[in-house]
Every structure is written in structure tokens, then in C-alpha cells.
């Protein structure tokens, strides 16, 4: 069962299309992960999902229910975390994990439930501004796990962390569609990351989807292509590089 498909889902700026005719499948109780170069389309395609940006054109269902007309219903499915969190400096940790929980009505134990998940307790109390960047990462993927939504949308969540916070980040990815029965799509650039934690993959460039399957599908695909299969990073560059070509030859 898919818990996010998109029909030919198109965002265009002008004479700029940023993602085109896509069609993703992100299947129930899987890690997802969302694949390309700066640009690609990765965070226009999850800033659509939340209703951030419009389609141009195309359609997509998230849990059966339809965008635009199921918008807030979809919202109330989805905890995210898309490029760098925000949050009040001012405010301790618990304080500002307080206020997303009092907007998604949710009870109060949910706070510290979310603040245990990503390893951030003994800082609850700890103004956001004297934060490190790593444990801002960690405060937004707090702010995205609270309520235990039944689907992730995570956008580079382990930046600006160290290989300790990297680990225990991919470690915590990964066990939740088990743990929570949650549904996870995770863009990342660290491609031997996304390796060790995905179940799928999507690649994109350019705005168009290359390749999505499983990540055995995606060897076999590199070994009948002749690319590189041992690793995803070499797979991942050596697709980009013939579709840069492909589209250079096509101009």
C-alpha cells in the first residue's frame, strides 16, 4: 500500500520547472529515501506535500485523501522538518516544543515523549539560542516526531551534526516506521547514510525522477547499465553524469 503517490506532479516558476511530471509511490512503513543534486527538486516536491507551494499541474494523495481538497487533513498526518528549523531563542527547548504541541492539540506528555526520541533531555531546559547547531537539528526533528505522526517528511536532518549525531539520527530513522508504524521520506547528500537506512529510493535530477525501486532493484538496474553497483554514492553519480549528458546531446 502507497501512503504518498503523486500523478504527474509539476511545479513550474516561469520558464523554470522545477519538478516534472513525477510520479512517486512511497510505500506504507518504509524509509524513503529522496535522492538528487542541489536543485533537483527534492524540497519543492516535500514543500508541496505540505501545502508550502502549489502545483503547477498533476495530482497527489497522501493516505488516500487528495490535495488541495484534504489539505488540513493531510497536514494532520505529517510531521516534517524542511531545511533549517526555526525556532524562539528565547524559549528553552520544552518550552518551544510546547507550542507545536498546544497548535496540534496534543496531550502534554507528548513533549517530553519527543524530547527522549532524539536524545534531548538533559537540555530541555536549555535556552534554543545557546543550542549547538547539531542539537537545533535534533529540537526540529523533536518538533517533527512529536504527536508520533504516521508520516515523516525529513529534509537534510543530519546537518550539521557530528558522526555520533549522524549515527544515532540514521540509527533513530531507521527504527521508526517499526517502533511507530510511521512512514519516513528522508532527502539527504549523505548518499553511504541514505545507504544504510533506506528501504527505497528515489533519484532525482533536473527536476525528473531517474530511477525508484528498491535498493537491490537499483543494483540490478547499475549492473545492466554498466555502472558502478557496489556502492550508492558511485550508482547515484554515475546516473546523474549520463543524464547531464543525455540532456546535453538533446539540446
Known amino acids: ?133 547539531g542539537m537545533k537539528q535534533r529540537l526540529g526533528l523533536a518538533g517533527a516526531l512529536i504527536g508520533r505522526p504516521p508520516i515523516l517528511l525529513l529534509d537534510e536532518p543530519t546537518n550539521g551534526l557530528d558522526p555520533v549525531g549522524i549515527h544515532e539520527i540514521r540509527t533513530l530513522i531507521k527504527s521508526l516506521p517499526q517502533q511507530y508504524d510511521c512512514t519516513v521520506l528522508v532527502s539527504s547528500h549523505l548518499l553511504p547514510e541514505v545507504e544504510l537506512m533506506a528501504d527505497d529510493i528515489g533519484i532525482l535530477n533536473h527536476g525528473r525522477l531517474l530511477f525508484e525501486g528498491t535498493m537491490e532493484e537499483l543494483k540490478a538496474r547499475a549492473l545492466a547499465a554498466g555502472f558502478p553497483a557496489d556502492r550508492l554514492e558511485d550508482t547515484f553519480l554515475a546516473m546523474i553524469d549520463e543524464d547531464n549528458r543525455k540532456r546535453g546531446a538533446g539540446r
Do not use: W
Request: hydrophobic share 35%; proline share 5%; net charge positive.
Open 1 to 133: 500500500m502507497n501512503r504518498i503517490e503523486t500523478q504527474n506532479l509539476t511545479k513550474a516558476y516561469g520558464n523554470f520547472t522545477a519538478v516534472e511530471d513525477l510520479n512517486l509511490h512511497i510505500r506504507k512503513g518504509r524509509v524513503y529515501g529522496f535522492l538528487g543534486p542541489n536543485g533537483a527538486g527534492k524540497s519543492t516536491t516535500m514543500k508541496m506535500f505540505l501545502g508550502l507551494t502549489r502545483p503547477t499541474r498533476g495530482s497527489f494523495h497522501i493516505d488516500g485523501k487528495t490535495y488541495p481538497s484534504d489539505r488540513t487533513a493531510i497536514l494532520k498526518e505529517i510531521g516534517s522538518f524542511i531545511e533549517a528549523p526555526a525556532f524562539y531563542g528565547n524559549l528553552t527547548g520544552e518550552e518551544n516544543l510546547e507550542i507545536i504541541r498546544k497548535i496540534l492539540g496534543l496531550p502534554k506528555s507528548s513533549v517530553s515523549d519527543a524530547l527522549e526520541l532524539v536524545g534531548l533531555t538533559p537540555f530541555r531546559r536549555r535556552l534554543a539560542k545557546k543550542y549547538s547547531l
